[in-house]
Nanobody, 118 residues
Framework: QVQLVESGGGLVQPGGSLRLSCAASGFVFTTYVMSWYRQAPGKERELVAGIGSVVGSTNYADNVKGRFTISRDNAKKMVYLQMNSLVPEDTAVYYC???????????WGQGTQVTVSS
């Protein structure tokens, strides 16, 4: 059973930082591309950041470049999203996603709420 479990969300003031974690189980972690998406109320779900399955190449949405960092620990089967200099526009439910690099099969976590407010 493939499972992705996010944690680390919460309430933070503008300018603050949070680190989201995604714990993976039930599959060979190194064969999956990992990414973070977010969805704010009334908006479409959007890609925030992605990281390659082994090499670790990364990509970011334009509005988070320089502020967010995605990383993965293959030994621990974890993927992280370090979020710095948070602004209210970052408020959303953040989802962890895995995609098998060969089959294209995709799996989603349950999401974790991030609220940036003073």
């Amino acid at each position: 059973q493939v499972q992705l479990v996010e944690s680390g969300g919460g309430l933070v003031q503008p300018g603050g930082s949070l680190r989201l974690s995604c714990a993976a189980s039930g599959f060979v972690f190194t064969t999956y591309v990992m990414s973070w998406y977010r969805q704010a109320p009334g908006k479409e779900r959007e890609l925030v950041a992605g990281i390659g399955s082994v090499v670790g190449s990364t990509n970011y949405a334009d509005n988070v470049k320089g502020r967010f960092t995605i990383s993965r620990d293959n030994a621990k089967k974890m993927v992280y999203l370090q979020m710095n200099s948070l602004v209210p526009e970052d408020t959303a439910v953040y989802y962890c996603k895995s995609v098998n690099r060969w089959s294209g099969n995709a799996y989603w976590g349950q999401g974790t709420q991030v609220t940036v407010s003073s």
